[in-house]
């Protein structure tokens, strides 16, 4: 049997991702995200899907992340009315999720113009339309189709997509998950397939800091605290901002570090930390036992919670050594501006980078060594240092990729490199067909390739 599979977004670019499989008489969508990041993004969001919505029969979602389920409203918005699908954590963190994009797209309609992708009513037929699994739940579908989650080890809830039919095996790895994550058990390593969709965002590099990770963000807070200024983690609200706290109520609660007043400076990320509460049992063997015996990893003393912006401005009026937590991650929006804004401009202040930066966010430029950037319209000369911990990265890195595929890629006709930016998802590709001999290839933005499934 004959399918068709569409690469609609997620190619040439680590957001947007947007897959669809079609059988023929099944029209299968696999995740629905956000371009986030590059220059012309509000207008690629925007732009007519290039399928028909109300054709599509399924949505698979893989994870939460705003690059995988971020035109999902849109989506409903321009007709689809099919059965969209994931894990129970994840359906819980996107209703939060996409409520509070709902936000940020209201801002930067009235401030430079931008298109409503959706309003609540979309984000409201959306979640009527949500079903949850559990993972190795199979569910089957029209056309001889079924399919099943494994546990991606992303973020919470995050799941590969296993489509089945007729003997053949196709898997959308939606992002795979670094190893060790603070917070979750490593990913499970798909087996017997024929057709692959994986991510490549560390396609061409390793997470070296991996093991020295703790020990490096002990060492950015000691160093706040002895220069009484400012530590400032640019961290997204989803997993990013849980591992920070975890690994810092860790530090102060074994008495590694001195308490430290702490300040998590997101309504989104507070949120989100509510959900994690909820679905411990989703987290690592290692966590759970931690909590069972009686831990709140999410609370530690010195720790705040800052829900309004009367208290987010307030923070700054803070003498002594802070540590502020805000999103978001590529400091491309939210109250991390602000916070930067005032404090990149500080000598005594630091700004630790804990995250992938993608290309065109303000959080590149300060990877990237910038002199000086432009925050909403103000010129600011740098003097705080910017640091960065590449081991706190909740992606695989090269060799876990390449690990993933030699484990369980045996009989694999072809693996299709996505998710990406292009020198990332090139030299993946490569190093996929040299060490393995895997018929690895990078797809173009619409391609469309006929497999047989």
């Not at 919470?156 to 997509?161: A, E, T």
Request: with cysteine.
């Amino acid at each position: 049997m004959k399918s068709t599979l569409g690469f609609y977004g997620g190619v040439g670019s680590v957001t947007g991702a947007n897959f669809l499989l079609d059988t023929g008489k099944m029209a299968i969508l696999v995740d629905c995200g956000l371009v986030q990041g590059e220059k012309f993004a509000p207008e690629i969001n925007a732009a007519p899907f290039v399928y028909d919505p109300p054709h599509i029969d399924v949505l698979l979602v893989t994870h939460a992340h705003a690059d995988h389920i971020g035109r999902i409203a849109k989506l409903v918005k321009d007709g689809f009315r099919g059965i969209i699908y994931s894990t129970t954590p994840t359906k819980a963190l996107a209703n939060i999720m996409l409520r509070d994009a709902l936000k940020v797209m209201a801002y930067e309609h009235e401030r430079y113009g931008y298109e409503m992708l959706y309003d609540a009513t979309d984000v409201d037929a959306a979640l009527e339309l949500w079903k949850t699994v559990n993972y190795h739940e199979t569910i089957n579908l029209p056309d001889e189709v079924s399919f099943y989650y494994s546990d991606a080890g992303h973020i919470l809830g995050s799941g590969m997509v296993h489509l089945m039919r007729a003997g053949k095996v196709i898997i959308f790895t939606g992002d795979i998950g670094n190893v060790p994550q603070p917070l979750l058990a490593p990913p499970e390593i798909p087996k017997d397939y024929d057709y692959m969709v994986m991510e490549s965002v560390y396609g061409d590099r390793l997470h070296e800091q991996v093991a020295e990770r703790t020990a490096l963000l002990a060492h950015y807070i000691e160093q706040t605290q002895k220069k009484n200024g400012t530590l400032i983690i640019p961290a997204f609200s989803l997993e990013r901002t849980q591992g920070m706290l975890f690994e810092i109520n860790n530090l102060i609660e074994s008495g590694t570090l001195p308490t430290i007043p702490v300040f998590l400076d997101s309504p989104l990320a507070i949120a989100v930390t509510d959900i994690y509460r909820q679905f411990t049992h989703y987290l690592s063997p290692a966590i759970q036992k931690q909590i069972k015996d009686g831990d709140d990893i999410f609370d530690f003393s010195g720790l705040s919670f800052t829900h309004t912006m009367k208290e987010s401005r307030e923070i700054e009026s803070v003498k002594g050594a802070k540590i502020i937590i805000a999103g978001s991650g590529m400091s491309h929006g939210g109250r991390i501006r602000h916070h930067e804004q005032i404090y990149l401009g500080d000598s005594n202040a630091t700004v630790l980078l804990v995250g992938y930066q993608a290309a065109g966010s303000l959080g590149r430029l300060l990877q990237d060594g910038a002199k000086k950037v432009t925050i909403d319209g103000r010129v600011i000369k740098l003097r705080a240092q910017i640091a960065q911990i590449q081991g706190y990265s909740g992606h695989a890195d090269r060799d876990q990729l390449i690990h993933l595929v030699s484990e369980g890629g045996e009989k694999a006709k072809q693996i299709f490199v996505t998710m990406g930016e292009e020198r990332s998802s090139l030299f993946l590709t490569q190093r996929l067909r040299d060490y393995l001999g895997v018929n690895a290839t990078v797809p173009n933005l619409n391609d469309e390739v006929e497999i047989d499934f």
